[in-house]
């Protein structure tokens, strides 16, 4: 199921950074009182009454404003509209109704999507109440009263956003389909697989870098099994980016990998593996999808013994965190094993999914404590209790220990491998979450 996205729609200094860090949990937007510090439309994930969405905050709109930078933000807050399932208008009470607020009104309101008017920065709400009426002649609806840095009435704001997401069921249809991200840097090929795969020209092909500046969405079922591929913008270096809609491109591919089941990480045969494609990479790690490594152009490599062996060691090598991806070598443009992406994309889907019993993964974890002690400090020994699998994509396992600051990185990481070692999960990152328990507790419960 897809999340919804709620972009923060505004003008400059109304506090949509602040309000974002709130429901993001985190300080992810600079929050400075000067106008247009955001730039660029910054995401998080977030939940509410257990529906996960994704948060779009954006730079302020001055509707009228030939300034570059400002037109430029400008721009990414119609992207992010056009990307939205619900807007949040966020305005100041304190302000008032502007010129520039009923600019952008008449934006959004053409936009068709559903809106949640916001009144920001009312500390006190009884006092703040008699300001509000003058909302409702922007004919958007009933304004919303907060203040988002002393939390106040953000609790209605996020049951409102709740109501006007698309229902659960609209997306259910895709439940059965693999959901496929073909990600990398410009210029590596991925919109010549997809086309290679569909069989048509789906996507525009050209060698000039960074053609494919959308997400792209294609449908697609063989005799292997029913799939979404999802054709991404290249991810350039950011020195290099100097277009607001390449910017929005890397948008689009961050989250392409968070909708995707399994990223198709495409390296370059030719050039191989870059810092750029370090990044990309990291970002499929880091959101715990399923990866397979695609080598693409390996027919314009010249060969000798072993060198698709020492090939694959320097992937390895360049990438240590993906040493569970496996690697396949293809050829985007004469189709050289293309056909048998798929076996490997349905066995990663499987693992990325798998769920382990929670005696066997202890009888696992027992036998790894017996193979290698943990680790002691000051005379204190970590004391592993029991573990057990929580969620999966990526698989999660949470350890209960006497104390999770002698569970060091080392350790979990042996576990991890042992994990492996037994149970496969080839493609997947595999997530360990350490908890407390006192001895009494653990007694307790039979440990």
Known sequence: MSKPI????????????????YLA?????????????????????????????????????????????????????????????????????????????????IMLKKSGKPIVLV??????????????????????????????????????????????????????????????AVIGKPNVGKSSLVNKILGENRAIVSDIAGTTRDAIDSEFENEKGKYILIDTAGVRKKSKI????????????????????????????????TDQDAKIAGEAHEAGKGVIIVVNKWDAVEKETGTLEE??????????????????FISALTGQRVSKLFDLINY??????????????????NEAIAIVQPPSDKGRRLRIYYGTQVSTKPPTFVIFVNNKQLFHFSYERYL???????????????????REKSDKEAQKEGF
Not at 131 to 159: C, H, K, M, Q, R
């Open 416 to 434: 991890v491998n042992q994990i492996r070692k037994e149970f496969g999960l080839d493609g997947t990152p595999i997530r360990i979450i350490a």
């Open 348 to 365: 990663v889907a499987e693992q990325n999914s798998m769920r382990v019993k929670t005696s066997v993964l202890n009888q696992v974890i």
């Open 25 to 105: 949990g985190s300080r992810i937007s600079i929050v400075q009182d000067t106008p247009g510090v955001t730039r660029d439309r910054i995401y998080a994930e977030t939940n509410w009454r257990g529906r996960d969405f994704t948060l779009i905050d954006t730079g302020g709109i001055e509707p009228d404003s030939d300034d570059i930078i400002l037109s430029q933000m400008r721009e990414q807050a119609n992207l992010a509209i056009a990307m939205a399932d619900v807007i949040i208008f966020l305005t100041d009470i304190r302000q008032g109704v502007t010129a520039a607020d009923r600019e952008i009104a």
């Open 6 to 21: 709620v972009a923060i729609i505004g003008k400059p200094n109304v506090g949509k950074s602040t309000f974002f860090n």
């Open 242 to 273: 100097k277009e607001t809609i390449e910017k929005y491109s890397i948008m689009r591919t961050l989250l392409a990998i968070e909708r995707a089941d399994v990223c198709l990480m495409m390296i370059d045969a030719v050039e191989g593996v």
């Open 119 to 180: 009144c920001n920065k009312a500390d006190n709400i009884e006092k703040d109440k008699e300001e509000i009426y003058e909302f409702y002649n922007l004919g958007i609806g009933e304004p919303f009263p907060i203040s988002a840095t002393n939390a106040i009435g953000i609790g209605d704001v996020l049951d409102e956003i709740y109501d006007k997401f698309p229902k659960s069921d609209e997306s259910e249809h895709d439940d059965d389909k693999i959901k496929v």
């Open 311 to 328: 090939y694959k060691k320097d992937i390895y090598q360049k990438l240590k965190y993906l040493s569970y991806a496996p690697i396949i």
